[in-house]
């Protein structure tokens, strides 16, 4: 299928029944000449984008047991930069076999007809994830668009030491946090429970997949987009009422501050996902053996959800001459033991697959005293509920940071913003060509 405009196939890419001719798994592999003719058939060659560590080792395997099928890694910088490369490169006609896809930047990929439909060779891969995980690379639809590689569900990051020392407990419900918040900032003046990150939308976008929220979701041959829906206005409240009592900061993460205030004992809590031991072995090494993790508050006693902040894919790109062939590296790469094993020794990946947590004994080094954490880790994980992102993640994400940046600034409705963020992106899907159902 020839490569359009995004806005040429907006309405029917990303539909559930795709337009004749997109559905990827059925070309050729091996078959060349030589092969049919009983000469010995040349390997299969597949080049493979990904950022992930050591993935050169990691595949080195299993070209030492596919002698048919060599795969060759080019190794990329990750992030939005690598989407844009990989949109070019598919538009070009010169993408890569495979690709590594952040969770939220694939509809872009499926909207663009640079990856392909894989569900014809991709369908017994489905047992091996939660229903939350694979939702990811289904967009809602019955079509498979990856293969689940790593994933990043949210929990609750918390200082034991200090909970015991000033006599707290780990909140059970987002109401006891709140009221946890405002009793130790009345005792304890410079020290805060946590923060409003107003430039981490991934981990607002998964606090809100938390309470329940659908930002997107596919109707017919049309997007709907409602991003300002009931769960997403109730967590926006929720943290700009804080925000404003001044029981909680206003400092973004990831900053020297904030560093400090992790380091130093002053911020006691952090919501974020199961990747948070690097972030915080780095960032505050004087908590090393003080922090623990527990699962995030929820907003009624009898729940137990959380969501995704960050996490990946290995999709095939729509113009490979072998995507049999990428579909079963890939499907390898994220569901056999051995590949597993690697990711996590090799390539620091948190598994998406339910076999590859449960292989995870050791504990972080960070968490050395909590030797229950990746068990802990993997209930949660479980937990998750779906979620489906749509084609123009970005300039949601873009919204996010402006429109909260001045509601942290002014202390001001943190409702309006997610609002400022639904028109934004309305209004550019519909410029882009998109059909939105009402």
């Known amino acids: 299928m ?7 196939v907006a309405a029917v890419a990303l539909a559930a ?13 091996a078959g060349s000449p030589a092969a049919s003719s009983g000469a010995p058939a040349r390997p299969v060659k597949l080049t493979y984008w990904t950022w992930v560590p050591n993935m050169d080792k990691i595949v080195q395997t299993w070209n030492a047991a596919h002698p048919d099928i060599q795969v060759t890694v080019s190794k990329q910088a990750g992030g939005d930069d690598a989407a844009a490369k990989f949109l070019t490169a598919a538009k070009a006609g010169n993408p890569p076999d495979l690709v590594q896809a952040e969770y939220q930047m694939l509809p872009s990929f499926v ?3 640079a990856v392909a439909d894989i569900k014809a060779d ?40 200090l909970f015991e020392k000033y006599g707290l407990k780990v909140p059970k419900t987002w109401d006891d946090y709140a009221a946890t918040a405002r009793a130790v900032h009345k005792e304890h003046p410079k020290v805060l429970l946590g923060t409003f ?111 995704f902040w960050g996490g990946s894919s290995t999709a095939v790109a729509e113009r490979s001459p072998n995507k049999q062939a990428a579909v079963r590296f890939a ?12 990711l996590v020794k090799e390539g620091s990946v948190y598994p998406a697959s339910a ?29 998750a509920r779906g979620f489906t992102f749509g084609p123009d993640v970005n300039v949601t994400y873009n919204a996010f ?7 942290v600034e002014d202390r001001s409705d943190f409702s309006a913003a997610v609002r400022s963020m639904q028109d934004a992106t309305v209004a550019d899907m519909r410029k882009s060509g998109f059909q939105i159902a009402q």
């Open 2 to 8: 020839g490569t359009r405009r995004l806005s040429a």
């Open 355 to 383: 076999k590859g947590q449960q292989s995870l004994t050791q504990a972080p080094d960070y968490f050395g005293d909590q030797p229950d954490f990746w068990k802990t880790a993997a209930e949660i994980g479980a937990t």
């Open 197 to 307: 990150s107003s430039k981490d939308p991934g981990s607002f976008a998964g606090l809100a997949q938390q309470a329940g929220a659908q930002w997107w979701s596919i109707n017919g041959e049309s997007w709907k987009v409602d991003i300002a829906d009931e769960a997403t206005l109730k967590v926006a409240g929720y943290w700009g009422g804080l925000v404003k009592e001044g029981v909680i900061g206003g400092k973004p993460y990831f900053t020297p501050e904030w560093n400090k205030a992790l380091n130093d004992g002053t911020l006691l809590t952090w919501p974020s996902a199961v990747w948070g031991p690097g972030v915080l072995s780095s960032n505050a090494p004087d908590g090393k053996g003080k922090w623990a993790i527990a699962p995030l508050p929820q907003w009624s006693a009898d729940e137990q959800h959380t969501g």
């Open 331 to 342: 499907t390898w790469l994220n569901t056999d033991p051995e590949a597993l094993a690697l």
């Open 17 to 29: 029944a795709l337009a004749a001719g997109c559905s990827g798994g059925t070309t050729g592999d």
């Open 111 to 113: 909207a663009a007809e």
């Open 122 to 161: 991709a369908g017994p891969a489905k047992a091996e994830f939660g229903d939350g995980i694979w939702g990811l690379v289904t967009l809602g639809t019955d079509a498979v668009y990856a293969i689940p590689q790593d994933s990043g569900p949210m929990m609750l990051y918390y200082r034991k030491d």
């Open 401 to 407: 940071k402006d429109a909260f940046d001045k509601a």
